[in-house]
Structure formats: C-alpha cells, structure tokens
C-alpha cells in the first residue's frame, strides 16, 4: 500500500480519537501508527510501503486507545527524562512534569561527588533510574509498597545498581540505617485529594493508591516530610511532587521543620504549582 494511504489511516485514527475525547489526538495517531511500524514518530511519512496488517494493527490500538487506555499502556513504555520505562496495567505512568524534579534534583548533585539519593513511591522507578543514569557515582535508594509496582520497578531497575526496597513511606522506621546520610531526597507522592474528578485514563487506569491520598491530599505528603528531615545529611536536599492545590499548604508543612530551611515552591511548565524544594539546615 502506497504511503498515501498511511496517511488517510493516520487522518482516520485522529478523528476517532477526537471524537472519544482523547486530549492530543494528532500525537497519539501518530505515536500508535509509529509504534506499529516501529519507526520514530518524526520518520513516520517518509515509510514507503505499508500493507493492510499494518493499517489494521493501527485500528485495533486506536480503538483502545478511544476507549480511553492510556498511549503508554498500548505500546508498553513511557519516555521519562534521559530513560524510558516499561509500563502497563499495575503501575503509575511515569508524566513529563515530574522531569522538572528529576532536573532540580539533578542540578542540586552538581558538585557533589558519590551522592547518595532515596526516591520514596518510586512507582516504575523512573526517577530512581533516571538519576542512576545521569550519575553513575550515585548510590540510590528505591522504595515502593505495592506489589505490582514493585513488580515493574524491579523490571526496570532489574540491571542497575539501584536498591529496590518493598517499603511503606509512613512507617517511621524505614530506612533507619541511612538517618542522616542522604544527600537527596526526591518524592512523587500520590497527592491528589479523594473525589477530585480525573480523566478515564487515570480513574480506570492508574492504581487508585499512586493518585490519591485522603480528603486533603496529604496523607502521604505529611509523613515523607518527617522521613526527609531525618534522611538527610547537613547540606542535604529534598525535592517533591505535590498537587497545584497544594501551593501554601505543602511549603507550609516543610516551614514548620526548624532543619528545613530554603523552603521554595516551583511552578511548571504551564505555570501551575507542583513541587517544592527544601534544605537540610
Ligand atoms: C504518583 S506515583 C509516582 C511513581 C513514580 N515516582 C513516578 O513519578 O512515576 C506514587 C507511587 O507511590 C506509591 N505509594 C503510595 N503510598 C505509598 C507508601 N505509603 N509507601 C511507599 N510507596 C507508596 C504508589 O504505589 C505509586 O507507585
């Protein structure tokens, strides 16, 4: 078939998506139809030929993808700063967003030789093996408590020299052994409040406790703020993902540690508050 007809497939496939309410339907036509041909996305058009399996095989995904399934679920893997991770149906899927912690984290080890860094919810392990990858001296420290996230972390941290540790956050005795001797401490929380309206593919798709976190959206928030504070070493620094409703009461929980200091609230891309920084007086 001529490549004339990959793009009428392609023409096709974004009209379903946007149709079924899918937020980036050109993207994700696109992303669906490369990944079948196992092309980047940018060389898509420049494919010669395709045949009918190929056109039918972009249909099926679409369908999916229509029906609201995540894009990183259907081609098994999400792009998360300088690595990718395999994802599917268990475990969070790693957002862009959080590559603006990852950065911060990441300029702050600037200097600072053999760093030793704990990634609390590590979820897939994106931010742990992203900071693995940029800085091969570093020691770091993975933890998650769901099985099933586990499950894929451990498939992607499986070949580094991350530890991966099956552990809850809120238990005021994990990482006892490292009191005082992280030089980062980078945390992705669940942190959105209970009942606040999601789209299908994180209502039906992400676990419900890698979102949410009680009515305020703290529960989880509240007791990392306590672990940082002892993790860290004099000098040290933590960085963490929070909700855009979160712009005063989050910095606010890390002020009211006297070892914190340098409390400092960062907006994304679109402007919206998402994550604050703090350091180890
Ligand atoms: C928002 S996801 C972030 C995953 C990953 N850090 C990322 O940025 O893609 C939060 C993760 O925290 C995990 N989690 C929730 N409560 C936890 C707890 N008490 N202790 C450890 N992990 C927890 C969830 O299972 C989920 O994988």
Same mark, same amino acid.
Not at 147 to 164: H, I, K
């Given at each position: 078939?001529?490549?004339?007809?990959?793009?009428?497939?392609?023409?096709?496939?974004?009209?379903?998506?946007?149709?079924?309410?899918?937020?980036?339907?050109?993207?994700?036509?696109?992303?669906?139809?490369?990944? $079948?041909? +196992?092309?980047?996305? @940018?060389?898509?058009? !420049?494919?010669?030929? =395709?045949?009918?399996?190929?056109? *039918? %095989?972009?249909?099926?995904?679409?369908?999916?993808?229509?029906?609201?399934?995540?894009?990183?679920?259907?081609?098994?893997?999400?792009?998360?700063?300088?690595?990718?991770?395999?994802?599917?149906?268990?475990?969070?899927?790693?957002?862009?967003?959080?590559?603006?912690?990852?950065?911060?984290?990441?300029?702050?080890?600037?200097?600072?030789?053999?760093?030793? $860094?704990? +990634?609390?919810?590590? @979820?897939?392990?994106? !931010?742990?093996?992203? =900071?693995?990858?940029?800085?091969? *001296? %570093?020691?770091?420290?993975?933890?998650?408590?769901?099985?099933?996230?586990?499950?894929?972390?451990?498939?992607?941290?499986?070949?580094?020299?991350?530890?991966?540790?099956?552990?809850?956050?809120?238990?005021?005795?994990?990482?006892?052994?490292?009191?005082?001797?992280?030089?980062?401490?980078?945390?992705?929380?669940?942190?959105?409040?209970?009942?606040?309206? $999601?789209?299908?593919?994180?209502?039906?798709?992400?676990?419900?406790?890698?979102?949410?976190?009680?009515?305020?959206?703290?529960?989880?928030?509240?007791?990392?703020?306590?672990?940082?504070?002892?993790?860290?070493?004099?000098?040290?620094?933590?960085?963490?993902?929070?909700?855009?409703?979160?712009?005063?009461?989050?910095?606010?929980?890390?002020?009211?540690?006297?070892?914190?200091?340098?409390?400092?609230?960062?907006?994304?891309?679109?402007?919206?508050?998402?994550?604050?920084?703090?350091?180890?007086?």
């Amino acid at each position: 078939m001529s490549r004339q007809l990959l793009r009428l497939a392609i023409m096709e496939a974004q009209r379903v998506l946007a149709e079924a309410g899918v937020p980036s339907p050109r993207a994700d036509a696109e992303l669906i139809a490369a990944h $079948v041909l +196992d092309v980047p996305r @940018g060389k898509l058009l !420049l494919t010669p030929m =395709v045949d009918r399996e190929v056109v *039918d %095989a972009i249909a099926g995904l679409v369908r999916e993808r229509a029906k609201r399934v995540p894009l990183q679920h259907l081609v098994g893997w999400a792009p998360f700063g300088p690595v990718t991770v395999d994802v599917g149906p268990g475990v969070f899927v790693p957002r862009p967003e959080t590559e603006q912690l990852l950065t911060w984290g990441l300029e702050f080890l600037v200097d600072r030789p053999g760093p030793v $860094v704990v +990634d609390l919810c590590t @979820g897939s392990g994106a !931010l742990a093996l992203a =900071v693995a990858t940029s800085r091969p *001296d %570093a020691t770091v420290h993975a933890v998650e408590i769901d099985p099933t996230a586990l499950a894929w972390a451990r498939r992607n941290l499986g070949d580094t020299t991350v530890r991966l540790h099956a552990g809850d956050v809120t238990d005021p005795s994990l990482f006892a052994e490292l009191d005082g001797s992280v030089d980062l401490v980078l945390c992705n929380p669940p942190y959105v409040p209970v009942d606040t309206p $999601v789209p299908p593919e994180v209502s039906e798709h992400d676990p419900f406790g890698a979102v949410f976190a009680g009515a305020d959206g703290l529960s989880v928030i509240r007791p990392v703020v306590t672990l940082a504070a002892r993790l860290l070493r004099v000098g040290g620094a933590v960085g963490m993902e929070h909700d855009d409703t979160h712009a005063e009461s989050v910095p606010a929980l890390l002020s009211a540690r006297k070892v914190l200091t340098g409390v400092e609230d960062h907006a994304d891309l679109a402007g919206r508050p998402r994550f604050v920084t703090a350091h180890r007086a």
